[in-house]
Protein backbone atom coordinates (compact mmCIF):
# COMPACT_ATOMS: atom_id res chain seq x y z
CA UNK A 1 0.00 0.00 0.00
CA UNK A 2 1.48 3.31 -0.73
CA UNK A 3 1.76 5.79 1.59
CA UNK A 4 2.17 9.37 1.17
CA UNK A 5 4.27 11.91 3.53
CA UNK A 6 4.24 15.52 3.12
CA UNK A 7 7.01 17.36 4.42
CA UNK A 8 8.37 21.21 3.90
CA UNK A 9 5.62 22.99 5.34
CA UNK A 10 6.82 26.36 8.14
CA UNK A 11 6.42 29.46 8.89
CA UNK A 12 7.12 32.15 6.37
CA UNK A 13 7.28 35.95 5.45
CA UNK A 14 4.98 37.39 3.12
CA UNK A 15 5.57 37.53 -0.49
CA UNK A 16 8.90 34.97 0.14
CA UNK A 17 8.74 31.01 -1.14
CA UNK A 18 8.62 27.57 0.35
CA UNK A 19 8.88 24.20 -1.31
CA UNK A 20 6.79 21.55 0.01
CA UNK A 21 7.59 17.59 -0.67
CA UNK A 22 5.56 14.64 -1.02
CA UNK A 23 7.30 11.51 -0.72
CA UNK A 24 5.56 8.07 -1.56
CA UNK A 25 6.76 5.28 0.35
CA UNK A 26 5.62 1.19 -0.41
CA UNK A 27 5.34 -0.04 -3.45
CA UNK A 28 6.81 1.96 -7.01
CA UNK A 29 4.65 4.98 -7.41
CA UNK A 30 5.66 5.88 -11.06
CA UNK A 31 2.53 6.15 -12.44
CA UNK A 32 0.22 8.04 -10.29
CA UNK A 33 -0.90 11.24 -10.67
CA UNK A 34 -0.63 13.75 -7.84
CA UNK A 35 -2.78 16.73 -6.49
CA UNK A 36 -1.99 19.44 -3.86
CA UNK A 37 -5.02 20.01 -1.96
CA UNK A 38 -5.19 22.52 1.31
CA UNK A 39 -7.19 23.90 4.19
CA UNK A 40 -7.38 27.15 5.58
CA UNK A 41 -8.15 27.50 9.37
CA UNK A 42 -11.69 27.22 9.87
CA UNK A 43 -12.25 26.60 6.09
CA UNK A 44 -12.95 23.60 3.73
CA UNK A 45 -10.83 21.76 1.63
CA UNK A 46 -9.37 23.81 -1.82
CA UNK A 47 -7.81 21.92 -4.56
CA UNK A 48 -4.65 23.56 -5.36
CA UNK A 49 -3.01 21.55 -8.21
CA UNK A 50 -2.25 18.49 -10.07
CA UNK A 51 0.61 16.45 -11.82
CA UNK A 52 -0.27 14.39 -14.64
CA UNK A 53 1.91 11.37 -14.58
CA UNK A 54 0.77 10.63 -18.24
CA UNK A 55 2.35 13.76 -20.33
CA UNK A 56 3.30 15.39 -17.36
CA UNK A 57 0.87 18.06 -17.33
CA UNK A 58 0.16 20.11 -14.94
CA UNK A 59 -2.80 22.16 -13.66
CA UNK A 60 -3.25 24.95 -11.00
CA UNK A 61 -6.43 26.34 -9.38
CA UNK A 62 -6.81 30.00 -10.23
CA UNK A 63 -6.21 31.37 -6.46
CA UNK A 64 -2.13 29.76 -7.29
CA UNK A 65 -2.06 29.75 -10.60
CA UNK A 66 1.48 31.87 -11.58
CA UNK A 67 2.73 31.74 -8.22
CA UNK A 68 2.53 27.72 -7.84
CA UNK A 69 4.43 24.82 -9.65
CA UNK A 70 3.79 21.22 -9.60
CA UNK A 71 6.85 18.83 -10.14
CA UNK A 72 8.38 15.18 -9.77
CA UNK A 73 11.59 13.68 -9.11
CA UNK A 74 11.00 10.15 -10.44
CA UNK A 75 13.81 8.97 -8.75
CA UNK A 76 13.05 10.11 -5.58
CA UNK A 77 9.26 8.89 -6.01
CA UNK A 78 8.50 12.53 -4.55
CA UNK A 79 6.53 15.59 -6.07
CA UNK A 80 6.99 18.64 -5.08
CA UNK A 81 4.97 22.24 -4.79
CA UNK A 82 6.86 25.02 -5.13
CA UNK A 83 5.28 28.02 -3.81
CA UNK A 84 6.11 31.68 -4.31
CA UNK A 85 4.45 35.35 -3.03
CA UNK A 86 3.25 33.42 -0.92
CA UNK A 87 -0.07 35.64 0.63
CA UNK A 88 -1.59 35.51 3.97
CA UNK A 89 -4.58 33.61 2.65
CA UNK A 90 -2.19 30.80 1.25
CA UNK A 91 -2.08 29.89 4.84
CA UNK A 92 -3.28 26.54 5.49
CA UNK A 93 -2.79 22.57 6.34
CA UNK A 94 -1.55 21.23 2.92
CA UNK A 95 -2.12 17.52 1.72
CA UNK A 96 -0.56 15.61 -1.24
CA UNK A 97 -3.34 12.79 -2.70
CA UNK A 98 -3.28 9.97 -5.27
CA UNK A 99 -5.45 7.98 -6.43
CA UNK A 100 -4.50 4.60 -6.10
CA UNK A 101 -5.77 2.93 -9.25
CA UNK A 102 -8.05 0.69 -7.59
CA UNK A 103 -11.09 2.99 -7.79
CA UNK A 104 -11.29 6.05 -10.08
CA UNK A 105 -8.83 8.29 -11.54
CA UNK A 106 -10.51 11.43 -10.06
CA UNK A 107 -11.21 10.20 -6.84
CA UNK A 108 -8.52 10.24 -3.77
CA UNK A 109 -8.29 7.04 -1.74
CA UNK A 110 -4.65 8.08 -0.87
CA UNK A 111 -3.97 11.27 1.42
CA UNK A 112 -0.96 12.10 3.62
CA UNK A 113 -1.03 13.66 7.02
CA UNK A 114 -0.55 17.28 6.02
CA UNK A 115 2.25 19.90 6.41
CA UNK A 116 1.28 23.16 8.35
CA UNK A 117 2.08 26.53 6.04
CA UNK A 118 1.90 29.37 8.08
CA UNK A 119 2.37 33.04 5.63
CA UNK A 120 3.46 35.87 8.64
CA UNK A 121 5.25 38.91 9.50
CA UNK B 1 -13.49 27.25 -10.94
CA UNK B 2 -16.13 28.25 -8.27
CA UNK B 3 -16.56 26.08 -5.37
CA UNK B 4 -19.90 23.55 -5.62
CA UNK B 5 -22.17 24.31 -3.53
CA UNK B 6 -23.39 22.60 -0.43
CA UNK B 7 -25.11 23.19 2.46
CA UNK B 8 -23.66 24.18 5.45
CA UNK B 9 -24.93 21.87 8.04
CA UNK B 10 -26.75 19.02 8.04
CA UNK B 11 -28.05 16.92 11.32
CA UNK B 12 -30.13 13.99 12.16
CA UNK B 13 -31.00 11.13 14.94
CA UNK B 14 -29.19 8.46 15.32
CA UNK B 15 -31.17 5.73 12.87
CA UNK B 16 -32.64 8.51 10.38
CA UNK B 17 -31.42 9.01 7.00
CA UNK B 18 -30.29 12.80 5.88
CA UNK B 19 -28.79 13.77 2.57
CA UNK B 20 -26.51 15.85 1.40
CA UNK B 21 -26.46 18.17 -2.12
CA UNK B 22 -23.56 19.57 -4.07
CA UNK B 23 -24.68 21.82 -6.65
CA UNK B 24 -22.12 22.78 -9.52
CA UNK B 25 -22.62 23.29 -13.43
CA UNK B 26 -22.52 21.37 -16.68
CA UNK B 27 -18.30 22.27 -16.54
CA UNK B 28 -18.07 20.17 -13.44
CA UNK B 29 -20.62 17.86 -11.90
CA UNK B 30 -22.91 17.95 -14.95
CA UNK B 31 -20.16 17.29 -17.64
CA UNK B 32 -18.90 14.08 -16.04
CA UNK B 33 -19.74 11.54 -14.00
CA UNK B 34 -16.69 11.73 -11.96
CA UNK B 35 -18.20 13.52 -8.67
CA UNK B 36 -16.48 11.86 -5.28
CA UNK B 37 -17.53 12.25 -1.57
CA UNK B 38 -15.28 12.22 1.24
CA UNK B 39 -15.66 12.10 4.86
CA UNK B 40 -13.17 14.23 7.09
CA UNK B 41 -12.70 14.17 10.36
CA UNK B 42 -10.90 17.61 12.16
CA UNK B 43 -7.14 16.87 12.41
CA UNK B 44 -7.31 13.39 9.78
CA UNK B 45 -6.32 12.92 6.45
CA UNK B 46 -10.12 12.97 4.40
CA UNK B 47 -11.27 9.58 3.56
CA UNK B 48 -13.49 8.60 0.23
CA UNK B 49 -16.49 7.66 1.16
CA UNK B 50 -18.16 7.61 -2.55
CA UNK B 51 -16.43 8.11 -6.20
CA UNK B 52 -17.34 7.91 -9.67
CA UNK B 53 -21.06 9.05 -8.42
CA UNK B 54 -22.38 6.08 -6.85
CA UNK B 55 -19.75 3.82 -6.37
CA UNK B 56 -17.95 2.55 -2.78
CA UNK B 57 -14.68 1.79 -1.84
CA UNK B 58 -13.93 -1.42 -0.14
CA UNK B 59 -14.49 -1.09 3.45
CA UNK B 60 -16.84 1.58 3.66
CA UNK B 61 -20.34 1.19 4.65
CA UNK B 62 -23.28 0.53 2.33
CA UNK B 63 -24.99 2.98 4.71
CA UNK B 64 -23.41 5.53 2.35
CA UNK B 65 -24.68 6.24 -1.28
CA UNK B 66 -24.53 8.27 -3.61
CA UNK B 67 -26.67 9.87 -7.10
CA UNK B 68 -26.44 12.31 -9.47
CA UNK B 69 -29.06 14.43 -10.99
CA UNK B 70 -28.17 17.85 -13.66
CA UNK B 71 -25.59 19.94 -12.44
CA UNK B 72 -26.53 18.28 -8.55
CA UNK B 73 -25.03 15.31 -6.85
CA UNK B 74 -26.44 13.94 -3.69
CA UNK B 75 -24.94 11.93 -0.45
CA UNK B 76 -27.00 10.14 1.44
CA UNK B 77 -26.26 8.63 4.65
CA UNK B 78 -29.05 6.14 5.94
CA UNK B 79 -29.04 4.89 9.44
CA UNK B 80 -26.85 7.62 10.90
CA UNK B 81 -24.28 6.57 13.47
CA UNK B 82 -22.82 8.62 16.16
CA UNK B 83 -19.43 8.09 14.19
CA UNK B 84 -20.91 9.22 11.24
CA UNK B 85 -20.62 13.07 12.47
CA UNK B 86 -17.89 14.83 10.71
CA UNK B 87 -17.22 17.33 7.86
CA UNK B 88 -18.51 15.82 4.03
CA UNK B 89 -16.80 17.13 0.67
CA UNK B 90 -17.75 16.61 -2.50
CA UNK B 91 -15.61 17.11 -5.30
CA UNK B 92 -15.62 16.80 -9.32
CA UNK B 93 -13.88 16.90 -12.40
CA UNK B 94 -13.92 20.16 -14.02
CA UNK B 95 -13.33 21.17 -17.40
CA UNK B 96 -9.64 21.83 -18.25
CA UNK B 97 -8.12 18.73 -16.51
CA UNK B 98 -9.05 20.63 -12.91
CA UNK B 99 -10.92 19.24 -9.90
CA UNK B 100 -13.39 21.08 -7.51
CA UNK B 101 -14.74 20.72 -4.18
CA UNK B 102 -17.19 21.40 -2.44
CA UNK B 103 -17.72 24.12 0.35
CA UNK B 104 -18.14 21.65 3.05
CA UNK B 105 -21.15 20.27 4.84
CA UNK B 106 -20.81 19.12 8.79
CA UNK B 107 -22.98 16.47 9.92
CA UNK B 108 -24.01 16.45 13.26
CA UNK B 109 -26.04 13.16 14.74
CA UNK B 110 -27.99 14.62 17.46
Known amino acids: QVQLVESGGGVVQPGKSLRLSCAAS????????THWVRQAPGKGLEWVAVLYYYGNKDRYADSVKGRFTISRDNSKNTVYLQMYGLRAEDTAVYYC??????????????WGQGTVVTVSS | QSALTQPASVSGSPGQSITISCTGTGSDVGGYNYVSWYQHHPGRAPKVMIY???NRPSGVSNRFSGSKSGNTASLTISGLQAEDEADYYC??????????FGTGTKVTVL
Open chain 1, 26 to 33: GVPYGTSD
Open chain 1, 97 to 110: ASPSGYYSPYAFDI
Open chain 2, 52 to 54: EVN
Open chain 2, 91 to 100: SSYASGSTEV
